[in-house]
């Protein structure tokens, strides 16, 4: 315990994963889907975040299985050399977890800032 | 995709943890700190998370980092040998975390309920 510690004012979140059955979503997965919402490409949206794109893929299959139906649908050929978009079923489950998130922290909000000023304060 | 799958019926639920600075309190470090309070002891407390006493330790630790102070306060000998409660920080520690919970769990439900009914009837 230090006096400086003690005074310093450490910032009180919340973090929220969405458990389904026996899956989970957290922030990873779904910038994972936002990536591929945005860059049309599964291997884009993983280069974009620095994992591998085999490794994108089995994060999708997790989502496949969470859902039990497809989050993302590939397209062959096309100029771009085929692509891929969010099913569905993925944007639903993006918007789902977005909102789960927002509503968290608004809802959470007054009581952990409370808690933040009480162990600044002290 | 089978058949099954897609009318089964994935519960979805929300998950909280605290970030506190750059340290996080989660369902874990949550039991821990219920189980000291409800038996006075770390070691005891360990034990029915089934964690090394060393691993409970480390646990508080990362704790008091995030806070700047103590969460437990160990006094020695006495009838029991020594035992352990938790600090003033500790409790509200302990309280804020449960209210986030409560609070996320309850202003997310409608939202996570209509998702889980979308992807269960489809």
Chains 1, 2 share one sequence.
Request: aromatic letters at 4%; a positive charge; hydrophobic letters at 40%.
């Amino acid at each position: 315990m230090t006096g400086q510690r003690v005074k310093s004012k450490p910032k009180v979140r919340v973090r929220i994963k969405l458990a389904i059955g026996a899956h989970t979503l957290g922030p990873g997965k779904a910038q994972l889907l936002k990536n591929i919402q945005a860059t049309g490409s599964i291997s884009a949206a993983a280069r974009e975040m620095g994992i591998h794109y085999r490794r994108a893929w089995f994060l999708l299959d997790t989502l496949n299985e969470a859902l039990g139906r497809p989050v993302v649908e590939t397209t062959k050929g096309g100029a771009r050399g085929g692509g891929a978009e969010l099913t569905e079923a993925g944007r639903a489950l993006l918007a789902a977890y977005e909102q789960a998130v927002e509503t968290a922290e608004k809802a959470t909000r007054p009581g952990l800032e409370k808690f933040g000023r009480m162990i600044s304060d002290n």
